[in-house]
């Protein structure tokens, strides 16, 4: 963990986003116990047992009970269960390739499990950047064949007299309206995907202001720049030229 993470991101506080119901923490056991026997029967005595510890804890009936089952009575079971295994035990058995090849299996199985839930975050960062860098390329390319489209529209307006700075201001308008109105979509539509996603992953808000407010405003900030350039660009351009080339 220690060599796929900063110190920075090692000293992030996970904060828990809303307060569980009772009746969740009750249900909870119960559904994975459930669960289990449906799919798991083998795995079900040791999976029952976790979960029924872990009813104890949340049902808030039996406290005496549920204080002993974290203590006295898992460190008696932890000890008899060792005392028996180990009495049992030979070097000969234990010492063998087989169960040395299982312990470092298991142990590299378990860097895996822990490494991969980093790599899989970083991963996910990295696309969206990717993501955020390819919807600010495709509004800067679609707005600038919106205004390369309209030269001829530009030319005739220069012909007619019209000045660089009014087109350039009336090519801005038009394109922020058009911007701001995908902009709006696209936040409600986020929105809407955010809710779904946020149950699966931890962590993740339906309403985050900042992450909302900053895509906004590079995506308004680009189709402005895409709609500036090519407008003055077009300003430029000497209107009998424009006309005779169309």
Known sequence: MRAL???????IEMKQLRPVRQIE????????????????????????????????KECGVVERLSKTAANELINIVTIMLGLAVGSKLQADTFLSTETLGIIVLGLIAFGIGTASGVIMAKIMSAVAAIALVLALAGVYGVMGYSVAQRRRELGIRMALGAQDGDVVRMILR????????????????????ARGVSFFLYG???????????????????????????????????????????
């Not at 009750?26 to 976790?50: E, H, N, R």
């Not at 038009?174 to 995907?193: D, K, S, Y």
């Not at 900030?221 to 080339?245: N, S």
């Open 5 to 11: 993470t900063t110190k920075a991101e090692r000293e």
């Open 25 to 56: 923490k009750i249900v909870f056991p119960l559904t994975v116990l459930i669960v289990c026997a449906l799919l798991l029967p083998s795995a079900t005595p040791l999976v029952g047992m976790l979960m029924l510890g872990n009813l104890f």
């Open 174 to 193: 038009q394109g922020t309206i058009l911007a701001v109105i995908g902009t709006a979509f696209g936040v409600g539509l986020a929105f809407g995907v």
């Open 204 to 246: 993740v808000s339906a309403f985050e202001p900042a992450t909302y407010g900053t895509m906004a405003a590079a995506l308004l900030i680009a189709a402005l720049v895409a709609t500036f350039f090519p407008a003055r660009r077009a300003t430029r351009v000497d209107p009998v030229e424009a006309l005779r080339a169309d």
